[in-house]
């Protein structure tokens, strides 16, 4: 079944302790992103990937990194969680098209990390 | 700047009344893409439709209907004899050239029985 993965589903933390949210795709898609998503403001790009090697800031990065080392794969790390990164974040992945995501996106479950 | 503003933060209908989901989209771009999204409350996000900046032509899909006018920088999502299952928050979305995709607020949609 073609789909995207994410884990874990739902994380609780503690301000500063580093963390590492999974996403996995096995639609061999170049494109891949992570969105969060906050009550009023819609999702918010944060880092996204041309393809294995290439990765790029969206809106929100402060905070996150990324790496793309594989085309499945595509981690988001929080080296120093805090409590205003808590939210809802979702990966996608797509084929591009002319240089972006102009295919449909294919979601993630969505990831609900509450930092305390 | 690309932003993408969605006016309507929440629409109440009446199962069986049409409703229409503001979009209004700002790119400098002359090629870009333009998404609707759904979000039921379940959370997953599934994709409605895709337009291209070059082609304006109206899309109906069932009781879905999609209005691009780029003189006025509007997508407009319509839904005709909205059911229940229709309730959800509904994204609209704009990519340019680069990567970089931008949503909307989102509005959220209630249909009443």
């Known amino acids: 079944e073609a789909q995207v993965t994410q884990n874990p589903r739902y994380l609780i933390t503690v301000t500063g302790k580093k963390l590492t949210v999974t996403c996995s795709q096995n639609?061999?898609?170049?494109?891949m992103s992570w969105y969060r998503q906050d009550p009023g403001l819609g999702l918010r790009q944060i880092y996204y990937?041309?393809?294995?090697?290439?990765?790029d800031k969206g809106d929100v990065p402060e905070g996150y990194k990324v790496s793309r080392k594989e085309k499945r794969n595509f981690p988001l790390i929080l080296e120093s969680p805090s409590p205003n990164q808590t939210s809802l974040y979702f990966c996608a992945s797509s084929f591009p098209l002319a240089g972006g995501p102009a295919r449909e996106q294919f979601f993630g479950p969505g990831t609900r990390l509450t930092v305390l | 700047a690309q932003k993408v503003t969605q006016a309507q933060t929440e629409i109440s209908v009446v199962e069986k009344e049409d409703v229409t989901l503001d979009c209004v989209y700002e790119?400098?771009?002359?090629?870009?893409?333009l998404f609707w999204y759904k979000q039921p409350p379940s959370g997953e996000l599934v994709f409605l439709i895709r337009r291209n900046s070059f082609d304006e032509q109206n899309e109906i899909s069932g009781r879905y209907s999609w209005n691009f006018q780029k003189s006025t920088s509007s997508f407009n999502f319509t839904i005709t004899a909205s059911q229940v299952v229709d309730s959800a928050v509904y994204f609209c979305?704009?990519?340019?050239?680069?990567?970089?995709?931008?949503f909307g607020q989102g509005t959220e949609l209630s249909v009443k029985p």
């Open positions: 979305a704009l990519s340019e050239s680069g990567g970089k995709l931008i």
């Open positions: 990937s041309m393809n294995v090697e290439v990765t």
């Open positions: 790119t400098r771009d002359t090629t870009y893409y």
């Open positions: 639609m061999n898609h170049e494109y």
